[in-house]
C-alpha cells in the first residue's frame, strides 16, 4: 500500500485567526500513534478543538481541527515533525509505502546551553520562549542566581530539527538569545552532553507535598473532585455491548489545553490500540470523546479489573494532569509543579514556559529553578522546583499562584 508523499501529512490553513485549520494524516498505523501527533501539535502551541480518526489495523486516517492564538505558527516544521512521526516508510518515485519492520528510534543527542546574564523580572520566561520558536526542546534546567544579580542558566536539550551539533545552528540559537537579551547576555555557550543528567530520583527527595494521593494518579469512586476547574462535571463510561470487537470508552468533561493528548498518553502506557475515534468541543469548553479500543491482542477488553484501572487512570488524567503547590522554605517559598511522563521517556510540552509566563504575569521573580525526573509511586514523573524570590513568595497568597499557574497549563488563564 502506498501514498504520494505529499498526501502523508496535509494542512489546510484557516483564512481568519480563531478559525479552525484541518491536519489531515494518513499514514501506517502504531500504537500511540494518536499521542505521537497530539504532543507535537501542542509544542507547537496548538489547541485541538476537533478530531476524527480511524484504522484497520495496518493503516490509519487522522484529521484534526486546531485553532492558533497568533500567527506565529510555523506550518513548514509542523508538517515535517508530524511526517517523522510516522511510522517508517520507504519511497520509490515519490510514492511512499509502508515497511513492516521494527525499528527502535535513536535517542536525539542531549546538548547543554550554558550561558551568563544579568538578572531581570521575566528573564527566565523569554529565554523559555525563544528555545521553543527553535524547536528546541527542554530537558533539565539548572538556574541560580548569584549574589550581584547575575544568572547562571543550565538548559540540557534537544533539537527537533537535528541540527544543534553544527556551528551554525549553536551560533543562530546563541544570536536569537543576544536579540532578546541584549547586552544583558554576558556568555552563552552550546556544548554536546551526557545522558546521565536525565537519569530518575526516587520521590524520597522531595517535599511531603509531593505525594501519590495528592497526586491523584489513582482514584477511588469518592475521591474529590478539583475545585480549581470550571465544572466538575467528568464521566468516563465503559459499553462493551455496542460493538462485538471493541470496548467503547465515552469521557465527557471540561477541555483543558492538552486534553486528548492526556488521554491518548494514557492508552498509549495501557499499551492500547484505538480502531476508531471522535473528539469534538461544544459550547466552548464541554468535551466529548468516543473511542473504541482494544489491547494489544486485538480483543476487547473483558477484564473488569483492566477496565477499572484504565477508567481509574483516565478519570485521574481529568482530574490532575498537573499537581501545583506551594511549599514554604524558610523565609521564601517554593513552587512544584509535577507531571507524568511517557513510558517511552518523553514529557508534556511547554510546561515550563507556561509555568513562566505565569509567574512573570504575577511579576514573581525567579531565584533558583531545576527541573529532575523522579519516580513517584510507580511513575515516572517531572518535578520542577521554583524557588521564587525573596519576599515574593510571602507578598502573594499560596492559593493565588497555585491557581494562577494551574490556569495557565490548563489553558484557562
Sequence with gaps: MGIPYDDVVIIKQSEKLGDPSMITVNCPDKTGLGCDLCRIILFFGLNIV?????????????????????????????????????????????????????????????????????????????????????????????????????????????????????????????????????????????????????????????????????????????????????????????????????????????????????????????????????????QGQNCELDLFIVQADGKKILDPNKLNALCSRLQAELLHPFKVVVVSRGPDSELLVVNPVELSGLGRPLVFYDVNLALKMLKICIFTADIGRHIIGDKECEVYRILLGEGNGLSMPSKKIEGQVRKMLMGWE
Design 50 to 282: 476537533k478530531g476524527d480518526f480511524s484504522t484497520d489495523g495496518k493503516w490509519c486516517y487522522v484529521v484534526f481541527w486546531v485553532v492558533e492564538k497568533s500567527r506565529r505558527t510555523r506550518w513548514s516544521s509542523l508538517k515535517k515533525r508530524l511526517l517523522e512521526a510516522c511510522p517508517s516508510c520507504y519511497s520509490t518515485s515519490g510514492i511512499y509505502f509502508y515497511r513492516n519492520e521494527l525499528q527502535q528510534p535513536k535517542p536525539p543527542q542531549l546538548f547543554l546551553l550554558k550561558f551568563c546574564c544579568t538578572d531581570r523580572k521575566g528573564l527566565l520566561h523569554d529565554v523559555t520562549e525563544v528555545l521553543c520558536d527553535l524547536e528546541l526542546i527542554i530537558w533539565s534546567v539548572k538556574v541560580s542566581t548569584t549574589p550581584d544579580d547575575k544568572v547562571m542558566d543550565l538548559f540540557f536539550i534537544t533539537d527537533s530539527r537535528e541540527l544543534l551539533h553544527t556551528k551554525q545552528r549553536q551560533e543562530d540559537t546563541c544570536n536569537h538569545l543576544r536579540s532578546v537579551l541584549g547586552d544583558a547576555l554576558i556568555s552563552c555557550e552550546i556544548e554536546l552532553s551526557g545522558s546521565e543528567v536525565l537519569t530518575c530520583s526516587t520521590g524520597s527527595s522531595l517535599p511531603p507535598a509531593i505525594t501519590e494521593e495528592m497526586f491523584g494518579l489513582e482514584l477511588g469512586n469518592n475521591h474529590p473532585l478539583s475545585k480549581s476547574s470550571p465544572s466538575n462535571e467528568i464521566s468516563v463510561t465503559v459499553d462493551n455491548s455496542l460493538s462485538p470487537a471493541h470496548t467503547l470508552i465515552q469521557i465527557v468533561c471540561v477541555d483543558h489545553k492538552g486534553l486528548l493528548y492526556d488521554m491518548m498518553r494514557t492508552l498509549k502506557d495501557y499499551n492500547m490500540k484505538i480502531s476508531y475515534g471522535r473528539f469534538s468541543i461544544k
